[in-house]
């Protein structure tokens, strides 16, 4: 069984303390069970479909749950199908009990709100146009209260800054508990009217429909994930050196691509870039990827193919799309003496800048078989030194912004070696290892 840290299970501990305050008033004989408890069975049974067929939360009943009854009772809706839903992994019961806490935390809140802001009476006199503007707040909390608490496990557990972390979550949450927030109004105003809580049922129909649309949707998305890991298992056994470090690119890519403001769609799309740029050393002889101490200039030149061969590899991956781009050029430099094309200044794809500086920025952080790993700060200065000439300078700039506020943090699920060093570690001094000739100004590494 997976060891849960002694942090984790003390913010366990204090969420689901915590929840039970929002359980306590009013009395027990004041909660109206008659709607508690069909809100209460129909989100355990839709909780446990939702999770096993769809990959995804039931969030109508709840919110419905939130415009149509107390705090406290609007707390306890969430509670047996919580505690009964699908765990994931081990342990079992901390998990199932910190999802009932913080879901009963996140409705007492959105129930709270709703009611201070007018939308209980809004429900039923089942105006609809006046229940919109309190049910929004309403959702607004809800999503702000989850990615509170959900953000706040991982960052004593796994030691993660809270701050991207919560604010990831909230982002993403935003859209589909939007969608869910307007089905649970459109539910709680139903119940009210002179059909009842059948007719609310009714509204549930839609959303299964959607629901499937999105299952097809994940379906798709792992299979591209699981071709996308395939390719780079198949490098990492390749090159040991470099295990683990197309995660890394993948990962500075989207930091780079989120700071500029790109679209999530884009955002990914430069991941997949970033985990895929090194895919074309499938192509390269094994001898020369492990090989200790500098490279002779015939030995450069197979190695300087893989960008061709990665394209090629990638060339029937239709899903990639632009990433394909990044893998054939994300060693081209500004000035146009990179490889393998030549290209310089925006003759080179937007998408290859950002993976370059993701790859360079990994590469001095990373022990290498023919260098040490530098400081992330040392790293950070050597692209700002070479932003002109090698990298873009508007990539290098987010790359900075965004580790001097946030840290460098990688998240790598392959087995590495030798491990990244991370903001603040501190790090062996930095050997020199033999830069590529005539290329003055680059940073100084092997073309790997």
Not at 185 to 199: F, N, Q, T
Not at 389 to 402: C, I, Q, Y
Request: with cysteine; net charge positive; glycine share 8%.
């Amino acid at each position: 069984m997976e060891a849960v840290p002694a942090r984790a299970r003390g913010y366990a501990v204090c969420a689901a303390f915590g929840a039970l305050l929002w359980l306590t008033p009013p009395p027990l004989a004041w909660t109206p069970w008659w709607t508690a408890l069909p809100l209460a069975a129909l989100y355990a049974g839709g909780e446990r479909i939702a999770r096993r067929r769809f990959a995804g939360a039931f969030y109508p009943v709840l919110l419905a749950g939130a415009f149509l009854l107390p705090p406290s009772a609007a707390a306890l809706v969430p509670l047996p199908g919580a505690l009964c839903s699908p765990a994931g992994r081990q342990p079992f019961a901390p998990r199932r009990i910190r999802r009932a806490a913080h879901l009963a935390t996140a409705v007492w809140a959105a129930t709270w709100t709703h009611r201070a802001l007018g939308g209980a009476d809004a429900v039923v006199d089942m105006d609809l146009a006046a229940a919109l503007a309190p049910a929004g707040a309403a959702v607004l909390v809800f999503c702000l209260v989850l990615a509170l608490v959900d953000g706040g496990m991982p960052a004593p557990a796994d030691r993660l800054p809270p701050r991207p972390l919560t604010r990831g979550l909230f982002l993403r949450s935003l859209a589909p508990v939007g969608v869910h927030g307007l089905a649970g109004l459109m539910m709680a105003v139903l119940w009210r009217s002179p059909y009842g809580p059948v007719a609310a049922l009714l509204v549930l129909f839609p959303m299964g429909v959607s629901w499937w649309v999105f299952a097809q949707y994940h379906q798709e998305r792992t299979a591209h994930q699981a071709t996308i890991r395939a390719l780079v298992q198949a490098v990492d056994i390749k090159d040991r050196y470099t295990r683990g470090h197309s995660e890394r690119v993948g990962q500075a890519s989207m930091m780079i691509a989120r700071e500029l403001g790109m679209d999530e769609q884009r955002v990914e799309t430069l991941r997949f870039a970033g985990i895929l740029h090194d895919v074309g050393k499938l192509g390269v002889p094994t001898r020369l990827l492990r090989k200790n101490g500098p490279l002779t200039p015939e030995e450069r030149r197979v190695i300087e193919l893989h960008p061709e061969y990665g394209h090629e590899i990638t060339r029937g991956i239709a899903f990639l799309g632009d990433a394909r781009s990044a893998i054939l050029h994300h060693h081209e430099r500004m000035d146009g003496n990179g490889y393998p094309y030549g290209l310089a200044g925006v003759q080179i794809p937007e998408s290859a800048r950002v993976v370059a500086v993701a790859d360079a920025f990994d590469a001095m952080t990373s022990t290498r078989s023919y260098s040490r790993a530098r400081p992330v700060a040392a790293a950070l200065e050597e692209l700002n030194r070479c932003a002109g000439a090698h990298f873009d300078p508007r990539m290098v700039s987010a790359l900075t912004e965004v580790i001097t506020r946030d840290g460098w943090h990688p998240v790598v699920t392959a087995d590495t070696p030798h491990p990244p060093s991370t903001a603040g570690a501190t790090t062996p001094p930095a050997a020199t290892p033999v830069p590529a000739p005539g290329r003055p100004g680059a940073p100084q590494k092997e073309p790997r």
